[in-house]
C-alpha cells in the first residue's frame, strides 16, 4: 500500500512511499510507468531489471532511478522473491520544496529522462537512509511524519551528488514552475473528459508554445504525453482494483473509443488491457 504524504498548508501531493514485492512465479514481463520520477532500493533477491533499452542484473543494496514516463519492468526473477522499497517524487517537490537544498541542474536531471545519468548506483549511506524510511513507513506516530520528510531530503541529496550532469540547467522561473504546476494539476483532475493543449494552456495562463517547451523542462514529457501517461495509470489501477468492464475503464480513463485506449494502452504497456488482467 502506497502512503502519500503531502504539504501541510496546502495539502500539495509531494512524495509517496512503499513497498514492491514479487515472487519467483508471478508473471512480471509487462512494461509500466508513471508521471513521477522512483527511487528504488533492491532490499532483497536477485533479478533482472530492465529500464528503457537497459538491461541490468540487480540485487541488496542497487538503487533505480525512474525518471518520469520511462519504461521499466522485471523481466526474470532469480531468487524466491524479490522486494524493493521505493520513493515516488512528484515534480511540485523536486522543483519547489527540494530546490532549496540541490542545484538546479541536478533536479532536472532526476526530472528529465532525455539527460543521460548513471541509473543505478550502489552506496552504504543511501541504502542506510532508505531502510530508515522503511522503518519510519511503518509507524503511524505522527511525529514520524517529519522524520519520514527529514529522511526523503537526506536520501535525495545524497543522490543528486552522486549524479553527474552537466552544470547548466535550462529551469524555467518560479513562476513559470507554478504555471507548470497548475497544468499538471488540471490534467490529473480532467483526465476523465476530453482536454485539449489550448484547455491545459488557458489552466496555467500560460501560452500554447511557452506550455509546451516549460512543461517538457519540468516533467521530461509533452503535456499531451503526460495526459496519456496519467489515463493509462490510472486505468491500470482501475484493472488491478476493480471488477469494471475494459470498456467502462476506457470511458472512465477519458478515451472517446475503446478502439484508441487499446491501441495506446499496448503502445505504452506492451500489452492490451485484457492481458493485463489475465496476467493478475
Known sequence: ????????????????????????????YINHYHTETELGLILSGNGEYMLGNKRYCVGPGDLLIIRSNEQHCIPSIAS???????????????????????????IQALSNPNIPIVQRITDDNIILCFKKLAELYKSEDTADIFN????????????????????????PSVAGLRHIQKATDF???????????????????????????????????????????????????????????VMDIAFECGFTSLTSFNKLFKQLIGITPTELRNHM
Open 1 to 28: 500500500m502506497k502512503k502519500k504524504y503531502f504539504t501541510e498548508m496546502s495539502r500539495q501531493f509531494i512524495f509517496s512511499l512503499y513497498y514492491s514485492s514479487k515472487t519467483k512465479d508471478q508473471a512480471r
Open 80 to 106: 524466491d522473491t524479490f522486494t524493493s522499497f521505493n520513493i515516488q517524487l512528484s515534480s511540485y517537490y523536486l522543483w519547489n520544496i527540494c530546490s532549496d537544498y540541490i542545484p538546479l541542474n541536478k
Open 148 to 171: 519520514t520528510r527529514i529522511e526523503v531530503i537526506k536520501a535525495i541529496n545524497m543522490i543528486a551528488e552522486m549524479i553527474d550532469t552537466d552544470d547548466t540547467c535550462n529551469g
Open 187 to 245: 490534467i490529473k483532475q480532467n483526465y476523465q473528459r476530453p482536454i485539449s493543449l489550448d484547455d491545459i494552456a488557458k489552466s496555467a495562463a500560460m501560452s500554447r508554445s511557452y506550455l509546451s517547451s516549460t512543461f517538457k523542462t519540468v516533467t521530461g514529457v509533452s503535456p499531451y504525453n503526460f495526459l496519456s501517461a496519467t489515463r493509462i495509470e490510472k486505468a491500470v489501477e482501475l484493472l488491478k482494483d476493480t471488477d469494471k468492464t
